[in-house]
Antibody, heavy 123, light 110 residues
């Protein structure tokens, strides 16, 4: 069974850092493009960024709001995706989803979603 | 990258058909056939229902269909059912290798 399980969410103060992780199982992780999507309370979906699979060189792409503050990385030896977030702002509050992108259903389709990790940034 | 434009809400009666539009630019929807649609019920995880403009993943009802004309993509739900009441989001690949989402459309089944 394909599974994505996020961890590391919590309550932090503005300016602090937080690292989310996503444990993947049930598929060949190294081949998969992996993406982070977030959703602020009561708001829509927002693409945070991705890290390509082996065929794409394993390189990351980050959305503009995440540039310079967020870093997406992967550890293919442990089948884990990471999102390192620094200088967090209240606007970063929301649910962060780990998502498998374009594995079975073509490029850039967000096929499998984790249950999400809740991040709350508040003083 | 600005979000794609979707209507905030649409509604329909059981058995009817509804269409949700998603408007972008030539740098996203108009330039690539990588439009996807997602369904999200309240408190639930989003689910892929359409990929590559008009393709359905395995297990998704054929009442859901997608299309694209120019810079606008559309999701049509036919034979509307109560269980279709949810939020719907479009997304597209963009010229700067990113993904961009629409703001979401709340579907109400009357």
């Amino acid at each position: 069974e394909v599974q994505l399980v996020e961890s590391g969410g919590g309550l932090v103060k503005p300016g602090e850092s937080l690292r989310l992780s996503c444990a993947a199982s049930g598929f060949i992780f190294s081949n998969a493009w992996m993406t982070w999507v977030r959703q602020a309370p009561g708001k829509g979906l927002e693409w945070v960024g991705r890290v390509k699979g082996a065929s794409g060189g394993g390189t990351p792409d980050h959305a503009a709001p995440a540039q310079g503050r967020f870093t997406i990385s992967r550890d293919d030896s442990t089948n884990t995706l990471h999102l390192q977030m620094s200088s967090l702002e209240t606007e970063d509050t929301g649910v962060y989803y780990c998502v498998r992108e374009g594995y079975n259903y073509g490029h850039h389709a967000l096929e499998i979603w984790g249950q999400g990790a809740t991040v709350t940034v508040s003083s | 990258q600005s979000a794609l434009t979707q209507p905030a809400s649409v509604s329909g009666s059981p058995g009817q058909s509804i269409t949700v539009s998603c408007t972008g630019t030539s740098s996203d929807i108009g330039g690539y056939n990588y439009v996807s649609w997602y369904q999200q019920h309240p408190g639930k995880v989003p689910k892929l229902i359409i990929y590559a403009v008009s393709n359905r993943p395995s297990g998704v009802s054929n009442r859901f269909s997608g299309s694209k004309a120019g810079n606008t993509a559309s999701l049509t739900i036919s034979g509307l059912q109560a269980e279709d009441e949810a939020d719907y989001y479009c997304s597209s690949y963009t010229s700067n290798t990113n993904l961009v989402f629409g703001g979401g459309t709340k579907l109400t089944v009357l």
